[in-house]
């Protein structure tokens, strides 16, 4: 449900199973690892249908209605890229079948190749923002308290109090804290150098691609092992 008045936009929520106080910034629900992708369709089905068949995973069971308003998506074979609304869907036991309902019928056919992935929607259970993100930031607290398991409004477009961690900019964008729970940060651009000593004095070290890796570029008169921040994100 969106809620939009003259001060900006809601989204009306559930809380995860830890209370939040107002003035924090919320992210979506950590999804289980073996539900994000490739779940097998246990059955061919045809387009027009508006239900769909998957083998559940093997570490985390499914609970009624876990999925409902969140969606299903194809990963991969047949009618990859498509993605559905969910309107229900049963309790399933680890590694059990499960019969996935949709809003609207499938557009491509199945096969029992297709693969699948489950998201439950964006504003199910949140939870603070944790200093190591684990999904995508969704708004932020603006009651006393958001008491856990309960439903309320939160904030996702507009001007809001919210927590914040050091110094910010104005005009300047800010992140979710690396450091503080529910907090932002400055956002700033950092590059890391790695281990691998320099060829002299001046060279500097080589610095790291996103996963970790040395590449071939090096940071002039850098050290190794060193994160370096080099300014703001604009």
């Not at 209370?19 to 999804?31: D, E, F, M």
């Not at 009618?79 to 059990?96: H, L, M, Q, T, W």
Request: aromatic share 6%; net charge negative; glycine share 10%.
């Amino acid at each position: 449900t969106v809620l939009i008045t003259d001060d900006g936009v809601y989204r009306y929520s559930r809380c995860g199973a830890t209370a939040v106080t107002i003035g924090k910034l919320l992210q979506q629900a950590v999804a289980g690892a073996d539900h994000i992708k490739d779940l097998a369709v246990a059955a061919a089905a045809a387009v027009g249908d508006t239900e769909v068949t998957i083998t559940n995973g093997a570490t985390t069971a499914i609970t009624e209605d876990m999925f409902k308003d969140g969606c299903l998506f194809v990963n991969d074979a047949a009618g990859e890229g498509a993605v559905y609304k969910i309107k229900s869907n049963p309790a399933a036991a680890v590694s059990a079948s499960c019969v996935i309902t949709l809003v609207d019928a499938l557009e491509v056919a199945l096969t029992t190749s297709s693969e699948v992935g489950l998201r439950k929607n964006l504003y199910d259970a949140v939870i603070v923002s944790p200093v190591t993100p684990t999904g995508i930031p969704i708004g932020v607290v603006v009651v006393s308290s958001f008491t856990a398991a309960y439903y309320g409004w939160v904030k996702t477009k507009g001007l809001v109090a919210l927590l914040t961690n050091g110094v910010l900019y104005v005009g300047k964008l800010v992140v979710p804290s690396g450091t503080t729970a529910g907090a932002v940060d400055h956002g700033n651009v950092a590059v890391t150098t790695g281990s691998t000593a320099a060829a002299d004095s001046t060279a500097g070290a080589l610095l790291e691609d996103s996963a970790g890796a040395e590449t071939a570029l090096r940071g002039m008169g850098t050290a190794i092992d060193t994160t370096y921040n080099i300014g703001s994100l604009k």
